[in-house]
């Protein structure tokens, strides 16, 4: 199975905020984002891949299916950020038996349907749910924006 | 008259358009869209796409501060649907020179992005060297 460094919800995915701080930070050189959407959107795809610096390699999946790239033997020094726009995409992983200790929400704007949930955090009564089940399989589910900033743990407000 | 529409993180675009007003007077055909921390992305989106949808046939440019930033994305998703020339990182001196063009009556879209482009490489400067070459 492939080292996933770092799960983030953003539903910006691919923007200044990953770019500069998340990157950086971290020994990142694969970004999977898995957005069905997106998958399908050649031109935003191309921009998306224009985006990514030299050395980073960017791959795009449906839902179903990105647990069969993240299924994959792990190659020597081959670190994941895997992105998606909510938090479902990461109970389908872990559903497919794919791990990662900690659940980074980073973006979750307001959306009918949507409350606020911390900050500038909204989530769905089935979003919330969704984090919780998270937690009950033993992933972390922390906001944060940029690794700078400290981890809130999201569990007590679910 | 030609439209011009500004995109960018945060205030920036109400500001820009705050500032330009001090320069060259009202500024009745310029709109902006902000994203927010937080804000409704689709909505957002929406709004944009639908005043960009409003002036296609007076005509419109669209400004966004910062390549493959935010509204830099929704635009180029939005070019799919909608034909409307976009340049990316704009500032004041670029507004100004396009809210000069956007008054001209005659003037083709075409023709004032092409002159907005080359005007854009020349108006960052360095001060210093602008004065030890005086």
């Given at each position: 199975?492939?080292?996933?460094l770092?799960?983030?919800?953003?539903?910006r995915?691919?923007?200044?905020?990953?770019?500069?701080?998340w990157?950086?930070?971290?020994?990142?050189?694969?970004i999977?984002?898995?957005?069905?959407?997106?998958?399908?959107?050649?031109?935003?795809?191309n921009?998306?891949?224009?985006?990514?610096?030299?050395?980073i390699t960017?791959?795009?999946?449906?839902?179903?299916?990105s647990e069969e790239?993240?299924?994959?033997?792990v190659?020597?020094?081959?670190?994941?950020?895997?992105?998606?726009?909510?938090?479902?995409v990461?109970?389908?992983?872990?559903?497919?038996?794919?791990?990662?200790?900690?659940?980074?929400?980073?973006g979750m704007?307001?959306?009918?349907?949507?409350?606020?949930?911390?900050?500038?955090?909204?989530?769905?009564?089935?979003?919330?749910?969704?984090?919780?089940?998270?937690?009950?399989?033993g992933?972390?589910?922390v906001?944060?924006?940029?690794?700078?900033?400290?981890?809130?743990?999201?569990?007590?407000?679910? | 008259?030609?439209?011009?529409?500004?995109?960018?993180?945060?205030?920036?675009?109400?500001?820009?358009?705050?500032s330009?007003?001090?320069?060259?007077g009202?500024?009745?055909?310029?709109e902006?869209?902000?994203?927010?921390?937080?804000?409704?992305?689709?909505?957002?989106?929406?709004?944009?796409s639908?005043?960009?949808?409003?002036?296609?046939?007076?005509?419109?440019?669209?400004?966004?501060?910062?390549?493959?930033g935010?509204?830099?994305?929704?635009?180029?998703?939005?070019?799919?649907?909608?034909?409307?020339?976009h340049?990316?990182?704009?500032?004041?001196?670029?507004?100004?020179?396009?809210?000069?063009?956007?008054r001209?009556?005659?003037?083709?879209?075409?023709?004032i992005?092409?002159?907005?482009?080359?005007?854009?490489?020349d108006?960052?400067?360095?001060?210093?060297?602008?004065?030890?070459?005086?």
């Open positions: 199975m492939k080292n996933i770092v799960a983030r919800v953003d539903d995915l691919i923007h200044g905020q990953v770019m500069t701080a990157i950086k930070n971290y020994p990142i050189n694969k999977l984002i898995v957005d069905d959407e997106l998958a399908k959107n050649q031109l935003m795809l921009i998306y891949k224009a985006a990514v610096p030299a050395g960017l791959q795009v999946a449906a839902k179903n299916g790239i993240l299924g994959q033997p190659a020597a020094g081959e670190n994941y950020m895997v992105l998606a726009k909510t938090p479902e990461f109970e389908h992983l872990i559903n497919c038996g794919i791990t990662f200790s900690t659940l980074v929400v980073g704007g307001a959306k009918p349907g949507r409350k606020t949930l911390y900050r500038n955090l909204s989530a769905s009564e089935e979003e919330k749910a969704c984090m919780k089940r998270l937690e009950e399989k992933v972390r589910v906001y944060q924006m940029v690794p700078v900033d400290r981890e809130v743990a999201l569990g007590p407000m679910l | 008259m030609i439209k011009i529409i500004i995109f960018t993180h945060g205030g920036l675009s109400g500001a820009l358009k705050e330009a007003s001090m320069l060259v009202t500024l009745d055909n310029v902006c869209f902000s994203v927010m921390p937080g804000c409704d992305l689709d909505a957002l989106s929406e709004q944009v639908a005043s960009i949808s409003k002036s296609q046939e007076d005509g419109v440019i669209v400004f966004s501060d910062l390549f493959f935010t509204p830099f994305n929704i635009l180029i998703n939005l070019s799919q649907k909608h034909s409307f020339p340049i990316t990182g704009v500032n004041l001196p670029l507004l100004i020179e396009a809210v000069n063009y956007s001209q009556e005659d003037a083709a879209l075409e023709y992005v092409k002159e907005l482009m080359e005007f854009s490489k108006c960052i400067k360095d001060a210093g060297a602008f004065i030890a070459s005086l």
